[in-house]
C-alpha cells in the first residue's frame, strides 16, 4: 500500500510539474498565437493554441476532483 502511494505520488508530481512547463510555454507563446486569428491560414494555429490552454486547464480541474472524491 505504501509503494502504491508513493508511486501515486510521483505521478502526480511529474504530471504538476510537466503541466506547470506547458502553462509557462503556452503563456509565452500567447501573444504570437492570439496573432493568428488574424488570417484565415493561420486559423488553425490559434485553435490549437486555445485546445492545448484548455487541456492544461481541464486536467488540473480533473485532478483536483479526482483528490476530492478520494478524499
Known sequence: MILGAV???LVVEATFVM????????LAVAPLALMCHATPQTE???????????A?????FAQ???FLALM
Do not use: N, S
Not at 488553425?44 to 484548455?54: N, S
Open 56 to 60: 492544461c486547464l481541464g486536467i488540473q
Open 7 to 9: 508511486v501515486m505520488m
Open 44 to 54: 488553425g494555429i490559434a485553435y490549437l493554441w486555445w485546445r492545448a490552454l484548455g
Open 19 to 26: 503541466r506547470t512547463a506547458g502553462m509557462v510555454l503556452l
Open 64 to 66: 483536483a476532483v479526482v
